[in-house]
């Protein structure tokens, strides 16, 4: 069942919390062993609070479409009480006094907590092959990878171990696990969803959202997460209540889809530019005016963002990095050396830069409503797996899978990750709609409509079915 | 092109040849870029970190 069916069910009394706790937590303890989703499960404080959603139930109360929900929390999203590692070995005994903001949320509106999600080491990657934790799996083919970083969070909810996760995204860490994952996952506008009490990489660049598998459970799980929060500097004045697409949309008339000519369909794997270019016919065949156009050299806008994230994990790293050296695994350690070493004049200019890629982007979304593109090149590589072959071309596997979403962060816009359909042998093929600024109603509205017209969703891992 | 060995040995960092790669390819995006950059903007717009604008509605 999918988060909203499962509301529904919890609402007409077929199923309570308690039930769908324990059931989460029996796949957790025969599923995990072979995907390492979870790194830490709440098994009482899951039992506790589905007892308590289904008091309040009885009672007449309902917190809305999350009373009651099994979901887990990203590793680095602190929770009081519960070790929070940020998947890292510096991290290892961290347990905090307090929930971070999206926890509280979640909590308050009746989320039950079943644990906590396997990640990449402190966020910084893509592959979840973690050196102090393990490899994550995916649940489509446990030999690759579930993508990062927030990999847990993607393949617990692929597998059915629980039914939303909680995310955060300063590359591509919400959409690539999305992708190669075949669930669905926004990052939503910067601002939008409190950052208060995760744990930081690149501060101008983190996102917080949901994964969960349909468009629709993204949607209720993004309105409960989003609102203002004075906990956190760069809290946007907005709420987000109602976001939860129509249940039909026979229509998408007067929506205009960017497809861009350049960078975004370049370089990509033939499968995924067919199903993604299958997504965009499907747009058009419900009303959608498809509108080609050419965006601005994406590696110069990655420039921008890979230079902002070195220096700012950098930074966010300089009191662990000198006196806990060997804590940190060989990849994160080189990322942060490299941003300690890039002089400060080039932050100033990437920023400078950044700016003005700001504006070119928003007048190319004034002339369209979302752009509809490739959220990775490729699927899922097998763990492990440092180059691959594109187009006849070896790109190292962290670039090629973050090449076209890493950009995005700089910009602070929303970009929703769905699934565009499946590769031959059977691997989910991921796509994204970047959208305005505060314009994920919208986004969600033209992802909801493709969803219902391609059934991709529908489609399960072998896993899951166990 | 900066000597990026020189620099990072002052920080008592060592520079592997992939790090070394990734940081000549910033080096040289980075010299292609400042060409955009516009040198007549206020510079105190810097200290403030960009955030999205209003505009989807």
């Given amino acids: 069942m999918t988060l909203i069916e499962t509301t529904q069910a919890l609402r007409a009394g077929k199923v309570s919390s308690a039930e769908l706790t324990e059931e989460c937590l029996k796949r957790i303890e025969s599923l995990n062993p072979r995907l390492n989703a979870f790194l830490t499960v709440t098994a009482e404080i899951a039992r506790e609070q589905a007892l308590q959603a289904d008091r309040e139930r009885r009672s007449g109360m309902d917190r809305g479409p999350l009373h009651g929900i099994p979901i887990a929390h990203k590793d680095l999203f602190c929770t009081a009480g519960v070790r929070t590692t940020s998947g890292s070995k510096v991290f290892e005994n961290h347990v905090p006094k307090f929930d971070a903001a999206i926890v509280e949320r979640l909590r308050e509106a009746g989320a039950v907590m079943l644990g906590k999600t396997s990640m990449h080491e402190h966020a910084y990657g893509i592959t979840c092959d973690n050196p102090h934790y393990g490899a994550v799996h995916n649940p489509w083919d446990l030999a690759r990878i579930p993508g990062g970083s927030s990999g847990g969070a993607a393949a617990a909810v692929a597998a059915g171990l629980c039914l939303l996760g909680t995310g955060s995204d300063t590359g591509g860490s919400i959409r690539v696990p999305a992708s190669y994952c075949g669930v669905t996952g926004i990052k939503p506008t910067f601002g939008l969803v409190s950052k208060f009490g995760a744990l930081p990489l690149g501060f101008s660049l983190d996102h917080a959202g949901p994964i969960a598998r349909t468009v629709r459970d993204v949607a209720v799980s993004l309105a409960a997460m989003a609102g203002p929060d004075k906990r956190d500097p760069n809290s946007a004045h907005r709420h987000a209540d109602d976001l939860l697409p129509p249940d039909e949309i026979p229509s998408l008339a007067g929506v205009k889809i960017g497809i861009p000519e350049n960078f975004f369909y370049e370089r990509i794997d033939l499968q995924v530019d067919n199903a993604v270019h299958f997504m965009a016919y499907r747009a058009q065949d419900l009303g959608a005016e498809l509108v080609p156009l050419r965006v601005p050299d994406g590696r110069q806008l990655n420039t921008i963002s890979q230079i902002t994230l070195l220096v700012e994990a950098a930074a966010v790293h300089e009191p662990y990095i000198r006196k806990q050296r060997k804590l940190y695994g060989d990849d994160v350690r080189a990322l942060i050396d490299m941003g300690r070493v890039i002089p400060g004049v080039d932050y100033v200019q990437a920023q400078r830069l950044r700016r003005r890629a700001q504006e070119v982007y928003r007048s190319i979304l004034m002339q369209v409503d979302c752009l509809l593109v490739p959220a990775t090149p490729i699927t899922a590589p097998n763990i492990g797996q440092t180059e691959v072959a594109i187009g006849g071309e070896t790109e190292d596997v962290r670039i090629a899978t973050t090449r076209l979403v890493r950009g995005i962060n700089a910009l602070g816009l929303p970009s929703l990750a769905m699934p565009a359909g499946f590769t031959r042998g059977g691997m989910p093929i991921g796509m994204q709609l970047i959208g305005r600024a505060f314009g994920e109603k919208e986004l969600l509205r033209i992802g909801a409509a493709l969803e219902d017209a391609t059934g991709h969703t529908k489609l399960r891992p072998g896993i899951a079915g166990e | ?57």
Avoid: F, S
């Avoid at chain 2, 040849?17 to 516009?38: A, P, Q, S, Y």
């Fill in chain 2, 1 to 57: 092109m900066r000597d990026w060995t020189t620099t990072a040995a002052g920080l008592k960092i060592e520079i592997t040849e992939k790090m070394l790669k990734t940081l000549e390819g910033l080096d040289k995006n980075m010299l292609g870029l400042r060409g955009l950059i516009d040198w007549q903007e206020e510079p105190i717009l810097l200290c403030t970190m960009p955030a999205p604008e209003d505009e989807a509605e």
